[in-house]
């Protein structure tokens, strides 16, 4: 998309004010679109932080008219609610709960005035490595991604009628789940996309099942092991792709993107 990488909300009083002019970046790490395991913002404050920069006249209409808002969900409500022991005839109303603030986000972001908006779909939550070790690295977990099958279903009515209150239809879905899919699925037939002999595994693991990528033992210790080449894996630990594993996904995106600039 040719567009500079925005600057990090908390370095916005640090950096010069011609470099705020590339956009801002308000995501914490392990948030989502409710409270979860980190004390970081959610979603609605994130917005409350954006909201207050246009209040400051720090982005003015005209910024706003001319620019896209990236809305991502990551997943981490649905591990929040595994991790406080959610029941299973809980999870519809609650992946409901999720989108339809989600969907109330959306909205808000379009009426401060942003013309275009893109959100993420889930990605299949139940091919991360996290849930994949216990085939090997070799198969998905059906149940999870049946859960990600749904959330993105209600997202795609949520902007369906988004798209229909607003004339002139601003929003977009950025489909993750089929663009990792298709990467995972990829056997190296198109010329110029990229291939995994095994998408599942990742790069960085520990060395059991007590540590993961990055652990230290108490004698400060690697409890973990890289692979020879991470350019070959598509995974680099438990749920973050590689450098490499976002450059294929991006690439099976490239047709959305274009919607975007365009």
Not at 53 to 79: C, E, F, K, M
Request: glycine letters at 6%; proline letters at 5%; one cysteine or more.
């Amino acid at each position: 998309m040719r567009v500079k990488t925005p600057v990090a909300y908390k370095w916005r009083k640090v950096v010069e004010l011609r470099h705020l002019k590339h956009g801002m970046n308000f995501a914490h790490g392990g948030t989502g679109v409710f409270d979860t395991l980190v004390s970081d913002p959610n979603m609605t404050a994130q917005i409350n932080s954006f909201q207050w920069l246009i209040n400051d006249s720090v982005y003015t209409p005209r910024d706003l008219q001319s620019s896209v808002a990236l809305v991502t969900v990551a997943g981490n409500d649905y591990s929040f609610y595994i991790y406080r022991n959610g029941s299973a005839e809980g999870w519809q109303p609650f992946i409901t709960s999720v989108v339809n603030q989600l969907y109330v986000n959306l909205k808000r972001i379009h009426d401060l005035g942003v013309k275009k908006i893109a959100v993420t779909a889930l990605e299949p939550l139940g091919c991360l490595p996290r849930s994949t070790a216990v085939t090997s690295f070799r198969q998905c977990n059906g149940t999870q991604n049946s859960f990600v099958g749904l959330h993105n279903l209600l997202l795609q009515q949520a902007v369906a009628k988004l798209n229909n209150e607003n004339k002139d239809a601003p929003f977009l879905i950025l489909d993750l789940y089929d663009s990792f899919m298709t990467v995972f699925k990829n056997k190296g037939n198109q010329p110029g996309s990229i291939k995994f002999e095994n998408p599942l595994k990742p790069c960085c693991v520990g060395t059991s099942a007590e540590y993961s990528c990055g652990s230290v033992d108490e004698n400060g210790a690697k409890m973990y092991s890289i692979c020879e080449d991470p350019q070959s894996a598509f995974f680099w630990d438990n749920v973050h792709p590689t450098q490499q594993g976002w450059e294929a996904v991006n690439s099976a995106l490239e047709a959305t993107f274009h919607q975007l600039v365009y």
